[in-house]
């Protein structure tokens, strides 16, 4: 069904944009960000087979999947992870060392700074099927 040009996955869609954007601009965040880089310098990981992926500084965490699942970034940039769904969830990377420092509720942000190249895959630990890559490049 479709109201005003826009079928209901569309309009969803657009909201869940303003939201993503709303939350990036924000100073404020609702969940706690990570240590500073020099005290969470992650190793790289080997990279998955067809690499690539969205380019930006922010992953909305969607029902039960990471959007964009595959993100590339540059050394010393910001990325958020915000909760848009009802369930909790968790940004746990595979290597260790960073983790959203417990559940994020709906509407939680969680705020990292990558400081070294390579390829960092990580999952909701409360839900495993929920994976994602961050490619990091100079």
């Not at 969470?40 to 930006?56: I, K, Y």
């Not at 969607?62 to 992870?81: M, N, R, V, Y």
């Amino acid at each position: 069904m479709t109201t005003g040009g826009l079928s209901r996955a569309g309009a969803l869609l657009l909201v869940v944009m303003l939201v993503v954007a709303a939350c990036s601009s924000s100073a404020a965040t609702t969940a706690p960000t990570t240590a500073p880089a020099s005290q969470a310098a992650p190793s790289a990981a080997a990279s998955p087979a067809g690499g690539g992926g969205a380019s930006g500084n922010a992953v909305s965490i969607i029902d039960f999947g990471f959007t964009p699942q595959s993100l590339t970034a540059k050394i010393g940039q910001e990325i958020t992870w915000t909760n848009t769904g009802n369930a909790a969830h968790t940004v746990t990377f595979d290597s260790g060392g960073i983790d959203s420092s417990g559940t994020l509720a709906a509407g939680a942000t969680f705020k990292h700074t990558f400081d070294a190249a390579g390829t960092f895959t990580y999952h909701c630990s409360i839900h495993s099927s929920m994976t994602g890559t961050i490619t990091v490049s100079q």
